[in-house]
């Protein structure tokens, strides 16, 4: 039995299930050098071209930044720098369209090239070994380094890995059809690829390094080869041209025959998997401490006249690539971004390129023809032999019609990698990647809903406990003050004795609000549709408000004492009930008052009662609406007892409470004096003016309503 | 005599199944989580209140004792169909009285508004409100329900239901909504 | 201008559900042709009353279904369905069998269960097995080769006696089922069956004149045909190897078990291979996409339990041949079959397939 390395060693090489051989059409583009493209007019740079978090932009409008200036930086573990990828302007921060499939937009960053081409100051580490695996990762985070094969994954956080890596293997295998970055790059940047290589043996600890390339390759095997040399040890390993080789589990699989386990990653099975382009970013961004501001891009299709890689500055829009390369659009052009099995459809040539573009395709429709309509699946089959997962897409696609998701997650749908195989057999034409993309990702909403319904129960549930305990702990505090109350004088006027308790003591400051709490819903559970009941109600409460201020004027410290803060949020329940005793008042004196009254009174301190408040709010607000013409000439006098307490923000809060019932009072001088004050803020004045503005704010929500009344 | 027989064999054969029947039944029993438990798991826990219930709890305790299940406007037709299917009833259209089925929003306060009054913070059932007595009060948008509860109590009017934004992350591969460019 | 959106992958090979039944069609020919200088005219006379039948009954069903016709009766699924049909039944049956037996299949077998992809069965053998049952007399009148019956029939006694029950001539089909002998003939496996209900030895029945030098005259050539059109759809990756190669490793082993065990009462594995509807049932029929199992372990399971049912049924079932009911009992396992054989899937320990 020959041991792996052996193996490897003579390229016995594993297979994998499946796979498909279509025509590569690498032919188009491998025999011609990386072309140079000049300077676009204008560079999008989208500050997210990873996987991961955005860092904070460092930069604004107008700023000049020179090449290679980071635009933002990587403070957190999972971000990753974006940077100039020439000197120029910073036009506009602004979103733009995505290199996405979704063509959604995102934040870009957009550089005006000033022509300069003038990079920012450099710090080249040639003796690149000698430097720490901490500081060679920080150097790639803030250089901006992501994997460069499709998915951008951060290679910071990849090389940081701690388990203990057997074998690093480097993904130039570029199984996708037409594609040709990564073999260009390889004929003409050997040397540079093989000192990445060494940088990332050096962070993973690797013991064994193995190169995967396809023999359909052989100039890039003979430079890669060369590169290497002998004493180095590296393994350059050729492999049948078979799709999809390329991903990431395949390859594992074919090298070593090991299997990446469900769920897992690579370094699990002591494996990491860099793409050769990501080796080359790497020793620019250590060596010569360039960020990763451009790549390869293959630009090819029978529609592009002159098919060629180009070096492409990130940010670069695809229609500014596309002049160069003599693209003559067909009827009904298609412009993918990426290979023809995996790339998605760009809805626009305005795209930018970003770290993951490594291939912009304009089929004719000869060549790639465009999709025909769906027949019925035959079961045949091809698309399970295919298959480089061993799932069986005929009965997935089967699930994923019916949106069975719980079959679907059954036939490990998750285990898919979309690399199109399947659909690529059918012999029905059914888009089958397609039906899988949506049922994933609606089985990935469908969790994550799930997931924030289970949390929003728990904190239902968490608050509702608090409130219970809450309760308790007033009704105790109640049962006390009541004692209290009993000991003291026959004084049968609850207002006053609250109010002299609040002056004793600030502890006594809640209970005190709660008596008065009930005082104040004391007249609405009285309700009788005697007239006079109700003013001498709102006689007491207007009494009532008043002795509150002074109490407030004449407490304790504000904010000194920690009772001060539960006492506030008492107060502010006590004020809730206010309104809510007002709201019923209000709907009292209209004539819809007999269901409201007979809902209050029911009331009670728990939640129930605040959701049936707020439907008698609702209902309240729609009487007041109906009926403010009664109630303006009431509501005229509370306004006058806006006093200058202004320290006291709560007092404000009520008197905003009360402006806010002043229907009649919403004029429009009024809104315009508090506009104007608004407006010459002086620093000291902020403070009146946000108040004064909520005051406008309030008169205006009144003013509206009675307009909307007025209209009715 | 042989109807006897017959009726003694039928007896006795009666009594063996029920005997065993009802070991059966004991025995194999399986424990289901309760009613109230399941149709709580499908409600979408937005705990608006929008059913008339203060929850959604207490309106899966009413549908378990008969209420309709067509209550639950954030939950809207999916949720139906969900109970009609564990109900083992039809599915109804939506109870227009308890409102419409909307997209997904979440509340927003405008900030240099927000006059610290804390009114919404008490409305919050879920406690998404961050803030204190006369500071500025924010959103925890992750755990916002979009229950709308808050919006009414504000003095000022400051709170928005606005929209969630479509995030590339989230996107359902839908490809006809993408807007195509139309170039020279 | 604008730029279209599609969804990846971008290319796609060339080979439609339409090259697939017509390469099928194309590797029916050899032994259809061969069974006809075998047997007579007949069966080409019945294959184009089965096209004519399918393609009609499917036109009105997708009428009526106001599907769109045009595609589906491109894909030559129903073409393929009546060649299979017009070459199963017997040569010289009328020809409303094969309409009944065509538009069966087509109507209820495949479109009522939904179209091409959602039939259980395979049309073709439902159909002939509704034939089977409904009509034995006819169903089982099969003549002996051309080179020993009395009367030889040309095209025209072909079609006069499909259509009229009598030839040119005025000879009736029982008529042409006799020998030069004056013997009434039927096919090698139902007088092998005969013959041991009545107490014959393999050795004694098989000095008939319809076993010939080798096996089964005239059959071991139509069978050797088929498997050469089976062996061409392998070579075109139409079909894969496991069902044709399971049905007659099953089928063959059986037939070497039963010889070893009791070679008095049963006829060769060899025997079994190239007698009635082995070839073509193993090639053509038990390889139907749409009602074979999909796995492909479970294809392995399809074709040995389809060459096991075979066995069984050719040597104590009713009815002298067997594919038919096989392929339809299958069928019926599929589902299960499929649920049973999932392969595993990338990255998951063995055992745990979920």
Redesign the interface.
Known sequence: METLLERIQQGHFWD??GG?H?PTRKELTSQHPIAEVPLPPVLYVPIKQHIGTIGQILVSKGEHVKKGQALTNGLNHLDVAVHAPTSGVVQEIKEH??A?????P?LCICIQPDGLDEWREREPWADYLNYSKEQLLRRLQLNGVAGLGGAGFPTHIKSATNAEIEFLIINAVECE?YITADDLLMQEYPEAIIQGIEILQHMTGAKHVLIGIEDDKPLAVTAIKAAVGVERGFHVCELPTQYPSGGE?QLV?ILTGR??????IPADIGIVMQNVGTAYAVSRAIVADQPLIHRVVTMTGESIHQPKNVWALLGTPVSHLLDHVDFR?GL?????M?G???????????VPITKISNCI?A?SNQE??????E???????EC??VC?????P??LQWYAKAKDYEKLE???LA?CI?C?AC???????I?L??YY??AK??I??QQ??KQ??????L??E???ARLERDKQERLEKQRKASEARQSTSEDSNKIEAAISRVKESATDKVAAAIARAKAKRQPTEDESPDNSEVIAAREARKQQARDYKESKQTGTEPESSPTD?KA??AA??A??KAKKAKLAEQSEATEQSKDNSSENASEQD???A???A??A??KAKKAQQEDAESLGEENVEPKSNATDDKKA??A??IE??KT?KAAKEAEANAQGEAETQASDLSPEEERKA??A??VA??KA?KAQKDNDQGKN | MTIIYALIALGVLALVFGAVLGFAAVRFKVEADPLVEQI?AI?????C?QC???????YAEAIANGDEINKCPPGGESTIKELANLMGVEPKPLDDAHGQEDVKKVAYIRED?C?????CI??C????IVG???QMHTIII??C?GCD?CV??C????IDMVPLK???E??????ES????V?E | ?????????????R???H??MQLVILACIPGILVQAFFFGWGNLVHIAIAIVTALMAEALILHLRSRPIK?VLM?F?ALLTAVLIGTSVPTFAPWWITVIGTGFAILVVKQLYG????NLFNPAMAGYVLLLISFPVEMTAWLPPQSIVHHQVNIGDAFAAIFTGYTLDGYSVAQLRTTIDGMTMATPLDTLKTGFTLGLTSDEITTNPVFGSWYALGWEWVNLAYLAGGLFLLKMNVI?WQIPIATLGSLFLMGLLGYMILPDSSAGPLFHMLTGATMLGAFFIATD??S?S???LG?LIYGAFIGLMVFVIRTWGGYPDAFAFAVLLANMCVPLI?YYT????????QGSS?
Request: aromatic share 6%; charged share 25%; net charge positive.
């Open positions: 994998f299930p498909i279509p369209i995505s996405h499939p979704s063509a959604l995102e059809p589990k699989q299997e990446v386990p469900k769920g897992g659009p009904n052009q298609r412009l993918i990426g023809p099995m995996m790339g998605f459809t760009l809805p626009s040539p305005d395709l089929p790639l023809p465009p999709e025909s309509p027949m019925p699946c035959i079961r045949c089959g399970a032999i480089p997962a061993t799932l069986l005929q009965q059954s036939y490990n285990d979309e199109g659909s690529y057999v059918c012999p029905s034409d888009p990647v397609q993309r949506v990702a609606e990935k909403t994550q809903e924030k319904a289970e949390q929003a129960k904190r239902f968490a608050r509702k803060k506030a949020v502010a329940i004020r809730a728990d939640r129930k605040k959701i049936a707020a439907i709010r609702a923000k709560v404000a809060a905003r409470a806010k946000k108040i503005a909520a704010r309030a929500k | 709580d409600l979408p826990q937005t705990q209140g008339g219930y203060p929850g959604c709890r207490p508004e006059i610290g009054c804390t009114k008490h409305a059932p879920v406690d998404a204190a007595t006369r992750d755990e329900t509860l009414d109590p003095p000022v009017d400051c479509p995030k590339a989230s996107w359902k591969w839908d490809l993408i807007p195509v460019k170039v | 201008m604008t730029f279209k959106i599609a969804s990846s992958p971008h290319l796609h090979i080979r439609s559900t090259d697939i595609p894909d699924s179209g091409l992809g959602f894969r996409p749409v074979a999909t796995t492909n294809r499929d999932r392969p595993r899937t990338y990255g998951y320990s979920s």
